[in-house]
């Protein structure tokens, strides 16, 4: 991709904000910009795409990416309003709704009334003793003793994610343990990434990589201080296990029924897989005085090639217990698997392929729904009738 005006004049007279439409649009061309302005188009129109937290800073931010190439940064952009997929949840918002998101809530958003206790559990690490903490709905229970040293801080270079493979390792372990304990009967789980940006005292651009892990959790006895207590100071053992160099954080939260009917169940499952708030992060690191040059060059490697990278090998979405589908006591909803494009085109083509399958008319009619939410007016063809 190619700048209409020189890179470095247009950093110093700052036109190059990554998240400021109109200065993105200055600075591109060909297919990069037919792309960001087909995007524009169906967000100024999508009243859903519209109302997505940070969906047009995330586009500004990929498409002026040069990590990414043309091909994905098309195929990203394109997506939104169209009946193709990007198969890129953690970056496009349709993605995350269409295959993570409904699926999850069709599963598991109506199991509130299964269980009697259910609570929303975030367990992170944190480098300082000082910002370690177990908080059990809302009240601070208990910290990491004073005096205790400073670790060095987890970054997204090839040095640094050893370390956070082992982390993650030890974040996924304590639900698993929980469950072995009696503490709860299932869990579900998802890894959340978060980075900071700062400009250092010499003028570079540095970077700290926070990774924790949400669970949505239901016990048939109440979560109380001694259980959240034990249940800290295992982690902190899971910690010390891995050699990692972190200090425990757990967030204990109880999930209640809301006063006007339903639960906040589905609002939770949701909040763990929401997309990377990548423009939030762009945004505060300028807040922070980081000048656009250097950071754009810093958050291209970190964000769209070793967090990617990094993500990409890593099984973000872990369930145990009774909310696992293979368990015999799951809770949930057991969803029809949804068939494959030879499935589909036999079964519109031929009533014979029809009678000799009736298991697939499930898996059908759940894709059809899908359809039609994605295409509007242009719904999936349904077979026609037998004479």
């Known amino acids: 991709m190619a700048l209409a ?203 700290a990589l926070d990774l924790h892990v949400h669970c949505a959790v239901c016990s048939s006895a109440p979560m109380t201080p001694r259980i959240a207590r034990e249940a800290y100071g295992v982690q902190d053992r899971l910690l010390a296990r891995v050699g990692v160099g972190a200090y425990p954080k757990l967030w204990i939260k109880r999930i209640e029924a809301r006063p006007g009917g339903g639960d906040s169940l589905a609002t939770c499952l949701g909040y763990g897989l929401k997309p990377e708030p990548i423009g939030k992060w762009y945004v505060q690191a300028r807040r922070q005085g980081c000048p656009p040059a250097e950071l754009s060059a810093v958050f291209d490697e970190v964000v769209f090639h070793n967090l990617y990278e990094h993500l990409a090998r890593v099984r973000s979405v872990r369930r145990i217990g009774n909310l696992r589908a293979a368990s015999p006591s799951y809770i949930g909803v057991r969803l029809p698997p949804m068939p494959t494009k030879r499935e589909v085109r036999l079964w519109n083509s031929s009533a014979a392929y029809r009678a000799a399958n009736p298991e697939l008319e499930a898996s059908i009619d759940r894709l059809m729904i899908k359809s039609a939410k994605r295409r509007g007016r242009h719904p999936l063809r349904t077979p026609p009738e037998e004479p």
């Open 5 to 207: 005006l020189d890179e470095e004049v247009a950093w110093a007279l700052g036109v190059a904000d990554r998240v400021e439409p109109r200065m993105v649009l200055m600075g591109l061309w060909g297919r990069r910009r037919r792309a960001f302005l087909t995007f524009l188009k169906r967000y100024h129109r999508d009243p859903w795409l519209h109302g997505q937290r940070g969906a047009l800073e995330r586009a500004c931010l990929i498409v002026t990416s040069r990590a990414l190439d043309d091909a994905t940064v098309e195929r990203i952009l394109y997506c939104v309003g169209s009946r193709y997929k990007c198969w890129t949840p953690r970056l496009c918002p349709k993605c995350s709704l269409d295959q993570r998101v409904e699926p999850l809530l069709e599963e598991l958003g109506g199991c509130f009334g299964a269980m009697p206790h259910w609570y929303f559990v975030t367990v992170g690490a944190r480098v300082r003793p000082g910002d370690a903490a177990l908080r059990l709905n809302g009240r601070v229970l208990c910290r990491p003793p004073a005096g205790l040293p400073k670790f060095p801080r987890f970054t997204t270079y090839e040095d640094g994610l050893a370390r956070c493979d082992d982390l993650v390792r030890a974040l996924f372990a304590l639900p698993a343990a929980m469950v072995r304990c009696g503490w709860i009967s299932g869990a579900f789980s998802t890894l959340e990434p978060h980075v900071r940006f700062w400009l250092t005292k010499e003028g570079a651009v540095a970077h």
